[in-house]
């Protein structure tokens, strides 16, 4: 099947830091991808869909000047969270669609785990 | 996207069927149920998904009922890997779309 990457999978950083995570399509393009994070036992909450070639989409209660997030090529979307703080610590996960594949299944990468100390 | 219901936890012993009922009374008519899983500190994983007829992959089985009100997913031997979040999720067929999660079942397979 179709796979979807993250990097970095985990990442501790100190708060007021910035920090990008990537999300790769590796055999596939994807014009779309979307971003979710997910506290510890909670389900995944999205927070934006990002369009390549255009502005991100936000949820509401997610502060766009607070993640960043840049859909640079067909293969590629990042999320930046700036100035960091313990709060933003989550397992942030991308997904991308394949169009016109068996199911219409979204894939999902492995996650990213943010700890802000 | 219609609401679903499902069991916050269920347990299997290794070996034999598991089945994880669905409710999605409110589902529309161009609306498939789907089910993805997740396991612990990894991404959600595409199982299966249908519109109106039973389906079955190498993964699972989906089970639909005639008034699409309600759907069961059938592991047919669990195994330990098979312990997971189980999310049925019901949405219009896009690829596109987002897909919006709900609480799961947490399902522990048992030696």
């Known amino acids: 099947g179709a796979v979807v990457s993250q990097h970095p999978s985990w990442v501790i950083c100190k708060s007021g830091t910035s920090v990008k995570i990537e999300c790769r399509s590796l055999d596939f393009q994807a014009t779309t991808m979307f971003w979710y994070r997910q506290f510890p036992k909670q389900s995944l909450m999205l927070m934006a869909t990002?369009?390549?070639?255009?502005?991100?989409?936000?949820e509401q209660g997610v502060e766009k000047d607070k993640f960043l997030i840049n859909h640079a090529s067909l293969t590629l979307s990042t999320l930046t969270v700036t100035s960091a703080h313990p709060e933003d610590s989550s397992f942030y996960i991308c997904s991308a669609p394949l169009r016109g594949g068996l199911g219409n299944e979204q894939f999902f990468g492995p996650g990213t785990r943010l700890t802000v100390l | 996207d219609a609401k679903t219901t499902q069991p916050t936890s269920m347990d299997c012993a290794e070996g034999r069927a598991a089945n994880l009922p669905c409710n999605h009374s409110t589902i529309s008519g161009n609306e498939y149920v789907y089910w993805y899983r997740q396991i612990h500190s990894q991404g959600p994983q595409y199982i299966i998904h249908?519109?109106?007829n039973n389906e079955t992959n190498e993964m699972a089985s989906l089970i639909i009922t005639e008034d699409r009100k309600s759907s069961t997913l059938i592991l047919p031997h669990a195994t330990l890997r098979d312990t997971a979040v189980y999310y049925c999720i019901v949405r219009v067929g896009n690829a596109g779309n987002m897909l919006t999660f709900g609480g799961g079942t947490r399902l522990m397979v048992k030696p």
């Open positions: 249908g519109l109106k």
């Open positions: 990002s369009n390549e070639g255009s502005k991100a989409t936000y």
